[in-house]
């Protein structure tokens, strides 16, 4: 069973990672209906292509941080 230590820094990292998966991919459906993510011939712009890329690694993290603090709880 882990310490009290290990069991705080693994809620941390889950409830960080439960803010991240909550929060990113909504700012990504307001990014998306923005004005600058489409050019005139409805292209993605260069606006979205690194909100995308942002969001996506914000989302990857996100998952190690879970992955980390399940992990945490079970060792």
């Given at each position: 069973m882990p310490d009290a230590v290990g069991i705080v820094g693994a809620v941390l990292l889950l409830v960080g990672a439960a803010f991240s998966l909550l929060v990113w991919p909504t700012f990504l459906r307001r990014i998306a209906k923005d004005e600058r993510a489409?050019?005139?011939?409805?292209?993605?712009?260069r606006f979205l292509t690194v909100h995308v890329v942002l969001i996506t690694i914000a989302l990857l993290i996100a998952i190690a941080q879970a992955v980390a603090g399940i992990w945490w709880l079970i060792d």
């Open positions: 489409r050019d005139a011939h409805g292209r993605p712009t």
